[in-house]
């Protein structure tokens, strides 16, 4: 099973799928197994930025929760 890739790899195969996809130049077979890859990889980088949102609202959160000194 091979390793999960950071999400600015997968982004970067992502633009170079879309690339060759805009060319044209596939055929069907190759095509859908660009289109198979790309959505694979859009799936792991929405899945990736949700987990970063869920961390910046976790941290967020915290920081409301103490208020600053010299407050009150």
Do not use: T, W, Y
């Not at 596939?26 to 949102?53: M, R, T």
């Amino acid at each position: 099973m091979a390793a999960k890739k950071s999400f600015e790899e997968s982004m970067e195969r992502l633009e170079a799928i879309v690339v060759q996809l805009e060319k044209g130049e596939c055929g069907l077979d190759q095509s859908l197994k660009l289109f198979e890859e790309g959505a694979k990889l859009a799936g792991q980088c929405e899945e990736l930025l949700d987990q970063a949102e869920q961390k910046v609202n976790l941290l967020l959160a915290d920081d409301q929760e103490v208020p600053f000194e010299g407050e009150g």
